[in-house]
């Protein structure tokens, strides 16, 4: 058996209510009511000032420290104005004239991470070559596994295959919104890995994300869909007008920053058990802006169109989590108020 790639779950207040062990969600901010979100979400007091926090550890393995670049392969039926929005929020990765708070602005926390050498992350982050598998070559329900292939597929084609990049490449499988994946839905939205020699011929960084709009945005398009069984839960606008897009951008991003600071899932995570490593977007799952944790997403800005939001990037809004700054020992983003 090999060990189950780390995987994104749904927010936090979802994971709390279906009562799926404990939520990796943190407080991170300096608690003003001291014992408000303790009593009601148990949840999130397990971790609070506990070990498992202080001790976000480097584990001496190496992280992508030169330019980074992410090759897309578009699994099923992708429109147009969908992969602009994805591609453009890698690239406001990198885009450092967008308009504060930034995407560019949120990637300084990731950047804060070193290996051995004290290199930083890289901080540019760019779209490589790019791959369309439209057939559904590996049919509609993959699994942990048979995602693997999909990679082999795309790195072996006998036209245009994807180049090999294992130093500083990070292979981002997409997935339709009628695709299902091994454990998708079931508080999983998106893991992320390292390919095995004996099925892809390479180790290769990679990451799966899948569009949840057809099979449970109620689980994973959460704040922008939210679950039938929580009356009076009211969802918000997503700020490109795609549901399902719009929540995928923050687990694009959450799988992103993990795969930049634990690739090979031997540098940066919390936690004994590198079977089940707590790493750096993990900490800040569900945490949007100041005061978040718990069930609460935390202060997020509002358009005047009505779109909820956190940060620009090249012509767009998007709403993205924070990640963990080892640092000062709390998650930070651009949009956090003093
Ligand atoms: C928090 O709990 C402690 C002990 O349970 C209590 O003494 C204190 O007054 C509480 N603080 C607030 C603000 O409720
Ligand atoms: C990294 O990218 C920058 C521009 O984004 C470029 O100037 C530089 O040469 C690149 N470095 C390497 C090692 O490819
Ligand atoms: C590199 O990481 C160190 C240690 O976390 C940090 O002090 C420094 O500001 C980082 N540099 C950049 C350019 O982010």
Redesign the pocket.
């Known amino acids: 058996m090999s060990p189950a790639p780390p995987l994104t779950a749904a927010p936090p207040l979802l994971l709390l209510l279906l009562l799926i062990g404990p939520a990796t969600c943190y407080r991170p901010w300096p608690n003003t009511k001291p014992n408000s979100t303790n009593s009601l979400y148990g949840g999130s007091k397990k971790y609070e000032g506990s070990s498992e926090f202080v001790h976000l550890k480097y584990h001496m393995g190496p992280v992508l420290t030169?330019?980074i670049t992410v090759y897309p392969i578009w699994y099923g039926a992708w429109r147009t104005p969908q992969k602009h929005i994805i591609r453009e929020f890698i690239e406001s990765i990198?885009a450092f004239d967008s308009k504060p708070p930034s995407v560019s602005g949120w990637w300084k926390t990731v950047r804060l991470y070193t290996d051995q050498t004290g290199s930083n992350i890289?901080?540019?982050v760019?779209i490589g070559e790019e791959k369309n598998d439209r057939f559904y070559s590996h049919g509609k329900s993959l699994t942990r596994l048979s995602v693997q292939s999909v990679i082999k597929s795309a790195v072996s084609a006998s036209t245009r295959p994807l180049p090999i990049n294992p130093k500083?490449g990070v292979y981002l499988l997409l997935t339709s919104d009628d695709v299902y994946v091994q454990d998708f839905c079931n508080n999983v939205c998106g893991f992320h890995y390292f390919t095995f020699p004996s099925i892809v011929g390479y180790t290769l960084p990679y990451a799966w994300v899948g569009n949840s709009a057809k099979l449970c945005p109620g689980v994973c398009a959460y704040p922008f869909a939210v679950p039938d069984y929580i009356p009076g839960l009211k969802a918000v606008k997503s700020p490109n007008d795609d549901v399902g897009v719009d929540a995928m951008i923050s687990v694009i991003a959450h799988e992103i920053a993990e795969l930049a600071t634990n690739p090979l899932v031997n540098a940066w995570y919390a936690g004994g058990d590198p079977v089940f490593p707590v790493e750096i977007a993990d900490l800040c799952e569900g945490i949007y802006g100041t005061g978040g944790g718990g069930s609460y997403t935390g202060q997020m800005l509002n358009g005047k169109d009505g779109a909820t939001y956190n940060m620009n990037g090249i012509r767009r809004r998007f709403l993205v989590q924070w990640v963990w700054n080892h640092l000062v020992n709390y998650c930070t983003g651009p949009n956090a108020l003093d």
Do not use: D, I, K
């Open positions: 030169s330019n990198s890289s901080r540019a760019h500083s």
